[in-house]
């Protein structure tokens, strides 16, 4: 059971995949892209979104990204996505998805996408 | 919030994520300081950051931070037992300060156990020591205190008193201590034993019969195994006492030397200094009080020479004479002159009743009351300990046997009789009952078992029960 640490996927976590998606991002800037793409809603602080980034290491969905270019006091960590990573953000997103169409069927939530 | 207040809300973390992080999360909170200024959103950081803390260590604790362990524990393939280290993280003060109190309290704890007086020691060494070594054993303690010192001589071997060892005596003995036994050495010894039991013990005949029987053991070789002077001395204990019958006949092995006084009376000097330390310990009389409800408690812890001590000691039985019930506290007594044990137990009495005294010279003893006496008929409870020892232990089975006191307490030391001692040489001696010792009460007495209490209690608590005893007693 591999992802058993992910099953379900916290939000923490899966808002950090989902910051990732298309580009490298820094520990600070994945805090800023998740509290844009949730409206503010969601910021990050230190101790879930490192805790987080840990996890998601540890279960490979993301991974850091060398950056030897950048001078040694600016050094921050970057992370991308990995194969498994975006796999697992796009199933949680069907999830999603499905939980929203049954919403919809019962009309709990009304609207014309998704 | 500070920077400083940060840093203790990330202690919540696991070390391998501060490890790791540490540097992360701080540079995330000064870039949000940074960028969150203004009261309100200010707030909202700190509400954040503090809310953060606790949401975001379950995770921290959960992830496994294999990556920090696993260099670690790379070297384990030799497939030797190797130290690794498995967490660095520094000693946190609390486990200092709690390793710190385990040390103190355990160090207290042996303190306080080496500063305890060994009760339990000395009863047992009372039971495992062959009477005559108990006694021996007593007397190189008087050595280093030399408290009821010829008293104690005096009373143990009935008169024929060992003169006190000197340290000179001691540190010789001690050279040779260690020194095996050699065959002539064990053949002497034999011989020695043989020779005093044939000159002194009561029954001639069984002496002559036992002199045969040593010898023929040692020709048999018995004892030429033996090389270690405690084993011979048991082994000789056992076969004489087979021999003869009698359980009062004792041989003993000292590792300190024996001195070659001779059944000398104790010097005048001796006599001297007994009775300046009698006096000045008030002859050993502890305390002498009414209790309530006109009980009348007695302690002394040794039962001294009425020559010394008669003035002290009939002053104190006739304090407690108008009681209604009497307790003697012997929990620390340990013995004395057989003379002053009749002496204390005759105002007890009303009658004439048979006396037990193991050392008696004659045979057959009773012991005639003290006139005038209004104890008579009054209960008698006698105190005692596993230190009761020797004459207070006669005081106790006698009165125990005449069913004239309950006891309570302890089971005495069990402190032996063994007649007359005399040496073999430098480190054996032998106790011989140089006359019949007939018991009236018939049965075996406390030798080397001690006298059981009528009533068990520990030693501590003896007294309670004696005055809630004697309170109803005197009631009824």
Redesign the interface.
Known sequence: MPKR?FDPL?TAAFQILLSLADEELH??AI?RQVEQQTNGRM?????????????LL?EGLIEEVDRKAEPETER??YYRLTSSGRKLARTEAERLADLLRVARAKNILRGDYV | MSERAFTWLVRLYPAAFRRKYEQDTLQLYRDRMRDERGLVRRVRLYRDLMVDAVLGAPQAWRNSYAEASADTLAGDVSGLPGFHLLDQEPLRAGAVAIGFVFSISALVGFGLVMRLPAPVCAARAGATLSPIEAVMDRLNRAIAAPRNDAGERAAVDGGSAQAQLTTNDAARADKSAERPLSASEKGQVVQGVAENLTAHYFDRQKALATMERLRELEKQGEYAGIVDGRMLAERLTADVRNATGDPHVSVAYSRNAIPNAGPARPTASALIQYRTVMLKQNCSLEKMEILPGNVGYLKFNSFPDMEVCGASFHKALAQVGGANAVIFDLRDNTGGFPETVAEVAAPLFDRTVAWYNPKQTQSATTLTPAAGSKLANKPVYILTSSRTFSGAEQFTYNLKMLKRATVIGETTGGGGHVGVFHRVDEHFGIGVPETKIINPYGGPDWDGVGVEPDVKVKAVDALNEAEMRAAKQILR
């Open positions: 640490k916290p520990g600070y805090m910021r990050l602080g230190p101790g879930t979104l490192y805790s987080s980034i840990q996890g540890e921050r960590r």
